[in-house]
């Protein structure tokens, strides 16, 4: 049997309409041979989750540029946990400010991409680091 | 005629001596330069590449049709561009704080940033405002915040700028409603509302209704204030979030008429004349790295909306011809690498504005890439026009890069280029219908993906990005909204809340939603539903109730 692809959930949290980043990731990654799915803006934490669990994803990125991901990124992360499906490896990118990146990653996001960061290293951060379930 | 087959002649001499002798020794650079819409800049440009027709016709005078040298016949040798720096964070308080600075700082205009729970129509206690509550702007719940942000300001003496779409027709009920209290009449009062809705499903994402109410909403505004509130600017036409998006020069042009075509065709459907509303017409541009393209782009763009409005709506006015516009320099261009660069890239971004004859002026702040700007950074940015306005002289003449072999060749190109997309949009069925088929996102997001492709092999250079990097050393002074605004803004709505009158809130609001239903004018209702006090949310609520929601499509 051919080894499943990794599967990757693209998702919006909370109000911020700027999906031009969001959009070139889950390009990329599908180009680089995932398998993509992009939730379009203005999703909650909660629905976030669930559409991670319904779509079997191995990860989940998240994009905020709102300034508001202090807030909805752990949540999302809390959220897997309190369903058990913290195996979904979690990573987030925006308008993130550099002090925010180590309390973030203790929250439970593995690692945060800011501006200026190349796709291909996102895809070679996640065919390293995830691995798809079978 | 005989002069331009000399020179014909003449280039092709050069070509084959002089220039071709160094070139096979010193080889260019690039194959092929090329603007971000493709247009393929030519080694030199001459006289050849002027286009014969009327210089009349094609250039004319300032101030006059087809206004391709700008709107006003004296430009900045009368009055500089508006300096107009966005702002709004956390509460109002704190916005009026900074708005009071900027203004002591010699900025001529106010423009207000809304957090998105306010630019959404939901309240800041709504679940879906959770972690928004003054992050991208100034939260705004009820008339009582919109007080305190212009206290001490009077607005007879500011014009003021509102970057609202889904829910304009609430805050500039809002806007009114504390000029009334200050004593200041409706047609005293000046500004702006952006109003575009249709560039928020193409790019921006801060839409609520479907697109028909939506249109309906704002030719209820254009009416409302051709009557009301002469002095204000009903819309503004905006290309800056689809640029910001990754659209190409000429997609901005392209897609801005479009959409605005879809807007006066609309006002037009619902009995107004077109005279009588185009004037209080406005427009909104990015202004992005390429420096020439830039520069042509505005040119373009001006003698086509004139061209637009005169062959296709049959406007008799001069002033309805105008495109009049405000520029935002690219955000989507700061770097979060080595960000003192960005200072630098938005001094040329500016400069290429004013040289495209900008009515009003933004200029980012450098720290951008990481957070809303710090009270330094802005003042630099603000600087940065001064400095334009007062020291570099560009100022001066009106123009000045008219007659430009190279900028007329891509002003044609650009207005050409933008012509033949709006001809396909109109094939189709117009801005409206492509947008709801994400046609307009699509080519965005195309763009998009090839200009980050060309950064990631190169043959796009950023620097300190891809090329000229260092070793970043994080050290920057940022600024942070306390979290705690959004507990405060959340009590400062309750307290609202507490000291209406609830049977008038209610009453007012039944009154909107009657009207929602017919099709009477909403603004003096919704005027009325402000007035007592009525949220930002309850308002959205009820017009949700009758309208419906839009669903994006991903």
Redesign the interface.
């Known amino acids: 049997m051919p080894e499943r692809k990794i599967r990757v959930l693209i998702a919006k949290p909370?109000?911020?309409?700027?999906?031009?980043g969001a959009?070139?990731i889950a390009?990329?990654l599908r180009d680089a041979g995932m398998e993509v799915v992009?939730?379009?803006?203005?999703q909650?934490p909660e629905q976030i989750v669930n559409t991670a669990i319904q779509e079997d994803a191995d990860l989940v990125g998240l994009s905020c540029l709102?300034?508001?991901?202090?807030?909805?990124f752990p949540r999302v992360a809390q959220i897997l946990r309190n369903k058990k499906a913290e195996d979904i490896t979690v990573i987030g990118g925006g308008?993130?400010?550099?002090?925010d990146v180590a309390a973030l990653k203790k929250a439970g996001i593995k690692e945060i991409f800011?501006?200026?960061t190349?796709?291909?290293d996102i895809v070679q951060y996640i065919k390293q680091n995830v691995k798809p379930r079978q | 005629m005989e002069e331009r087959e000399k020179l014909i002649a003449e280039t092709k001499r050069w070509e084959e001596t002089t220039f071709s002798k160094s070139v096979s020794r010193f080889p260019e650079r690039k194959k092929k330069f090329e603007s971000t819409s493709h247009i393929e800049f030519k080694r030199l440009y001459t006289s050849i590449d002027e286009r014969e027709d009327d210089y009349i016709e094609r250039l004319g005078f300032p101030g006059e049709y087809p206004f391709t040298r700008g709107v006003q016949p004296t430009m900045y040798r009368g009055r500089f561009w508006t300096m107009r720096q966005y702002s709004g964070f956390a509460t109002a308080e704190e916005t009026n704080k900074r708005y009071k600075y900027l203004l002591e700082q010699g900025q001529t205009g106010l423009s207000v940033a809304f957090d998105l729970p306010t630019q959404i129509g939901y309240d800041s206690d709504h679940p879906m405002s959770l972690g928004e509550v003054g992050k991208v702007g100034v939260a705004i719940d009820t008339l009582s915040d919109m007080e305190t942000l212009f206290e001490g300001i009077p607005l007879d003496r500011v014009s003021t700028s509102m970057t609202i779409n889904a829910t304009a027709v609430i805050l500039l009920a809002m806007y009114l409603a504390v000029a009334e209290k200050q004593g200041v009449k409706p047609e005293q009062v000046r500004g702006t509302i952006q109003n575009d809705i249709l560039k928020e499903y193409v790019a921006r994402g801060t839409h609520i209704f479907p697109p028909r109410p939506s249109m309906r909403i704002i030719t209820d505004i254009f009416a409302f204030c051709k009557d009301n509130v002469p002095q204000w600017n009903t819309i503004s036409i905006s290309g800056y979030h689809m640029r910001e998006a990754g659209s190409s020069a000429v997609q901005e042009v392209a897609f801005t008429l479009a959409n605005a075509i879809a807007y006066v065709q609309a006002a037009i459907d619902v009995g107004l004349d077109v005279d009588d509303f185009a004037k209080r017409l406005s427009f909104f541009f990015n202004c992005h790295n390429n420096l020439l393209e830039e520069i042509a782009k505005f040119r373009a763009a001006r003698r086509l909306w004139a061209r637009i409005m005169k062959e296709r709506f049959h406007a008799q006015k001069p002033a309805s011809c105008m495109l009049r516009f405000h520029t935002q320099t690219a955000g989507s261009t700061l770097t979060l690498q080595q960000p003192d660069n960005n200072v630098v890239r938005v001094a040329f971004q500016a400069l290429a504005a004013v040289l495209g004859g900008t009515q009003s002026l933004h200029t980012n702040s450098r720290d951008e890439a990481l957070a809303l700007p710090s009270e330094e950074a802005v003042r630099i940015a603000l600087r940065t026009q001064q400095i334009i306005a007062h020291e570099s002289g560009v100022a001066d003449v009106v123009d000045p890069l008219a007659g430009s072999y190279t900028i007329e060749a891509l002003t044609d190109e650009i207005e050409a280029g933008a012509a033949a997309y709006i001809e396909k949009i109109d094939a189709v069925g117009g801005a409206v219908k492509v947008i709801e088929s994400g046609y307009m996102q699509r080519e965005i997001a195309d763009s998009a993906y090839q200009y980050q492709k060309g950064i990631e092999t190169k043959a796009t250079t950023i620097v300190g990005v891809n090329e000229f990097t260092i070793t970043e050393t994080p050290s920057e002074e940022i600024l942070r909204i306390n979290p705690e605004v959004e507990r405060r803004q959340k009590e400062k709505l309750n307290e609202a809340k507490k000291r209406r009158n609830q049977e008038e809130v209610a009453e007012r609001l039944s009154a909107i939603k009657k009207a929602a239903k017919t099709t009477e004018n909403l603004v003096p209702p919704i005027m009325d539903g402000v007035r007592s006090y009525a949220t930002v949310g309850e308002i959205s609520d009820t017009l949700r109730a009758v309208f419906g929601e839009y669903e994006e499509r991903t």
Request: hydrophobic content about 30%; overall charge neutral; cysteine-free.
């Open positions: 909370g109000l911020d309409g700027h999906d031009r959009k070139i390009r990329a992009y939730t379009g803006i203005r909650t709102s300034g508001a991901h202090m807030t909805l308008i993130i400010p550099f002090e800011q501006p200026g190349y796709t291909e």
